[in-house]
């Protein structure tokens, strides 16, 4: 799992993407810094915190987009399939791969944290709180894009097909709302991702929101595994 975790991360900074990530995401989070604390006083990072969710479901599917469907189209695949490496070590490099670089990303929260310290008082705990809950939407939704990744040997369809099933989750409570079965609309109110996420927002630390979105990781690069499975097989 170690080499092809190096591998992965060489690969993202010999590349545009690792900067064009790591770019449009500190944009958009120094606006919303800028919009949200900067211009009206506050040292509340709530609203950056409640935003960048909406950031990350357009640029996940940028990050996770080549990290299998590249390996197809180059015909790397097969090598990569019958190297002395688990299949599950092989997923396992990659999306920690990934994991690393959104962790570069979204850490510079901790700078906005410590400019807002230098004019107030910060509440810390409740930023990490929120970085926290940040790190864990990107790990699960870093698995579903890698899952997608898997399904398709075109870049632009797994970037389009990870965005689509992203905006999916995070439209579960739109679903929910319109749905008229009691059953299905509390299984759905029970999966929504925001909903979750926005209780680490208010300040919520919620252990079993910290389940979910782990089990959600676990449960598609689980996935993951099981397609590279069968197309070994096969």
């Given at each position: 799992?170690?080499?092809?975790?190096?591998?992965?991360?060489g690969?993202?900074?010999?590349?545009?993407?690792?900067?064009v990530?790591?770019?449009?995401?500190y944009?958009?989070?120094?606006?919303?810094?800028s919009?949200?604390?900067?211009?009206?006083?506050?040292a509340?990072?709530?609203g950056?915190?409640?935003?960048?969710f909406?950031?990350?479901i357009?640029?996940?599917?940028?990050?996770t987009m080549?990290?299998?469907?590249?390996?197809k189209?180059?015909?790397t695949?097969?090598?990569?399939?019958?190297?002395?490496?688990s299949?599950?070590g092989?997923?396992l490099?990659k999306?920690?791969?990934?994991?690393?670089?959104?962790?570069?990303?979204?850490?510079i929260?901790?700078?906005?944290?410590?400019?807002?310290?230098?004019?107030?008082?910060?509440?810390?705990?409740t930023l990490v709180?929120?970085?926290?809950?940040?790190?864990?939407?990107?790990?699960?939704?870093?698995?579903?894009?890698?899952?997608?990744s898997?399904?398709?040997?075109?870049q632009?369809?797994?970037?389009?097909?990870?965005?689509?099933?992203?905006?999916l989750l995070?439209?579960?409570?739109?679903i929910?709302?319109?749905?008229?079965?009691?059953?299905?609309?509390?299984?759905?109110?029970?999966?929504s991702?925001?909903?979750?996420?926005?209780?680490f927002?208010?300040?919520?630390?919620?252990l079993?929101?910290?389940?979910?979105?782990?089990?959600t990781?676990v449960?598609?690069?689980?996935f993951t595994v099981?397609?590279?499975?069968?197309?070994r097989?096969?």
């Amino acid at each position: 799992m170690g080499a092809i975790y190096r591998r992965e991360i060489g690969a993202f900074f010999s590349s545009s993407i690792a900067y064009v990530f790591l770019a449009v995401f500190y944009v958009f989070s120094g606006y919303f810094f800028s919009l949200n604390n900067l211009a009206t006083g506050s040292a509340n990072m709530a609203g950056v915190f409640s935003n960048l969710f909406l950031v990350i479901i357009f640029l996940i599917p940028i990050l996770t987009m080549r990290l299998f469907s590249e390996e197809k189209k180059q015909k790397t695949e097969q090598g990569l399939l019958t190297a002395p490496v688990s299949l599950t070590g092989i997923v396992l490099g990659k999306y920690f791969a990934a994991l690393t670089l959104f962790l570069i990303g979204v850490s510079i929260v901790f700078i906005y944290g410590v400019i807002l310290s230098l004019f107030g008082t910060v509440a810390w705990v409740t930023l990490v709180s929120n970085y926290i809950a940040l790190l864990l939407l990107g790990a699960a939704f870093i698995a579903v894009g890698l899952f997608v990744s898997s399904l398709t040997e075109n870049q632009v369809v797994a970037a389009v097909g990870g965005f689509v099933v992203l905006m999916l989750l995070y439209m579960i409570d739109v679903i929910a709302s319109a749905v008229h079965v009691s059953w299905l609309q509390s299984l759905l109110y029970q999966l929504s991702f925001y909903s979750r996420y926005y209780e680490f927002t208010c300040g919520i630390f919620n252990l079993s929101s910290v389940l979910f979105y782990v089990s959600t990781a676990v449960l598609f690069n689980f996935f993951t595994v099981r397609v590279f499975e069968k197309r070994r097989w096969s």
